[in-house]
């Protein structure tokens, strides 16, 4: 292990600064923030809370007066009503009427009341929903980070191994001139030479398939310049593992913005079913109009002169019977703003209404509310029941992946230290060749699994962790 450590420090130190040198070096908390600002599904969320807000103030509007203005012009033609006489007359002209009606909610149910407060719960719940997506969200790119590092490891590991096979089949080149060794020993040595070559190109592909999923969760097209900022990553210690599953879970509970939404829409659930309620009891409401008319037809007005006309006769003398008639003539329509004053109208009062049937539509809309209650309670309950088997396999899945990296360690060093003995008795002439890569390939299988048993145990560990709401880091 040493030996190969010594080969690759130095690699990783020349890979490092060139690296630094050409691309921009994504940390973990850059990477998080950058996914959170494009993913499309967060920002699908953020138009459900823009809608949310509209909600809000929708329902906080609903205590304020409804005011509504109206204009009507006409033109009238042949027999038609007079707006302002209310008789039938067979002329030509226009008319023009204007109004102004307000009309406020008394009592409703308190629906008014409840509307406002479920706009304010669907709002508390837009904000959970983001939250929770940005969790998720944290956690893949926390994976995907992860996945790099492991794979850049994994890399160094093969090319360093790469490296000490080269230089043992230089090492057995001269010990076959010194006549230690003889010419068939290197068939297997060049033999295991080829295999590590392939495994660190197949090392390189998945390095690369591991930054392009990142970079596509991140939303960036430049793969072949990402890349992320190597971190110094030891095992870490971790108190949550001195905790019980059922701490973890009881802490989770109070902090988790999926429970929290479950709860919020249950909430929501309650609150749907008093409105629904609120649409049996009667409603009050009061509410006052203006409205005015003008005319444009010419008027007919009288002259002040009197002429007598006769209307009849008496029938016993035969004596005429007249009536004095005034004279008329046409004149031009009253100034607006006298017919504004002379033919405006005030209506106003108080409407009750109680409801008595509605073909069973407000009594079903309440057995609906009630039986989505019923279902915001079951899913609240069954979010919980997952959060639970969530954390107790995140436990045992972090237990368990302790358990294989310190049997990882402890088989690296049980393979060292035969692969150095191997070595030894190789050199010596005393080990064939063909044992000896037995050997060596055991040691190097050996070395990648407590690196992948490492990472492995790492991420587990991450997800226990936020589930007891320690934040993301390395």
Not at 198 to 220: F, G, S, T, W
Not at 245 to 251: G, H, L, R, S
């Amino acid at each position: 292990m040493k030996k190969i450590l010594y080969y690759f420090t130095p690699a990783l130190i020349f890979f490092g600064t060139l690296a630094h040198a050409q691309t921009k070096l994504w940390s973990l908390e850059e990477c998080v923030e950058l996914a959170i600002e494009k993913n499309i599904t967060i920002k699908q969320n953020e138009l459900n809370y823009a809608n949310a807000e509209i909600d809000k103030l929708s329902a906080f509007a609903s205590f304020f007066p409804n005011v509504n203005a109206s204009a009507n012009h006409s033109w009238n033609i042949g027999l038609n009503q007079n707006i302002t006489t209310g008789l039938l007359e067979n002329v030509t002209t226009q008319f023009s009427s204007a109004g102004v009606n307000l009309g406020v909610d008394l009592y409703k149910g308190k629906q008014n009341f409840n509307q406002l407060h479920r706009a304010n719960l669907a709002l508390l719940a837009s904000q959970y929903q983001l939250a929770d997506i940005s969790d998720d969200i944290s956690l893949l790119v926390a994976n995907g980070f992860l996945q790099i590092m492991f794979n850049k490891e994994i890399l160094g590991v093969q090319q360093a191994q790469l490296e000490v096979s080269q230089a043992e089949l230089d090492r057995s080149n001269e010990l076959i001139k010194a006549g230690v060794l003889t010419i068939g020993d290197i068939y297997e040595l060049e033999a295991n030479i080829a295999t590590q070559k392939q495994a660190v190109v197949q090392a390189e592909n998945n390095l690369r398939l591991a930054k392009i999923n990142l970079a596509q969760l991140l939303l960036i097209t430049d793969y072949e310049n990402f890349d992320i900022d190597m971190v110094d990553l030891d095992v870490p210690f971790s108190k949550v593992m001195e905790e019980s599953p059922k701490k973890v879970y009881e802490k989770a509970l109070s902090f988790r913005n999926d429970i929290k939404l479950a709860e919020t829409n249950v909430a929501i659930a309650e609150t749907d079913l008093k409105l629904a309620k609120g649409s049996l009891q009667p409603s009050l409401r009061a509410f006052y109009g203006y409205s005015t008319r003008l005319s444009y037809a010419d008027r007919l007005q009288g002259t002040g002169e009197f002429t007598n006309v006769p209307i009849g006769f008496v029938s016993s003398t035969g004596e005429i019977v007249n009536t004095r008639v005034e004279g008329r003539e046409i004149v031009a329509p009253l100034p607006i703003a006298d017919q504004l004053g002379l033919n405006d109208g005030h209506n106003f009062g108080i409407q009750l209404s109680i409801p008595i049937f509605n073909a069973f539509g407000a009594k079903n809309n309440v057995k609906r509310s009630k039986i989505n209650l019923a279902r915001s309670e079951f899913a609240k309950e069954q979010q919980q029941l997952d959060l639970e088997t969530n954390i107790n396999q995140a436990y045992n899945d972090a237990e368990g992946a302790a358990t294989f990296y310190e049997a990882a360690k402890e088989t690296v060093k049980a393979r060292e230290i035969t692969y150095t003995n191997a070595q030894k008795r190789f050199n010596a002439g005393v080990l064939d060749s063909f044992s000896f890569s037995q050997i060596k390939q055991r040691y190097e299988a050996a070395v990648s699994d407590e690196v992948r048993a490492k990472f492995d145990y790492i991420f587990k560990l991450k997800v226990l962790e936020f589930y007891f709401g320690i934040p993301l880091e390395f």
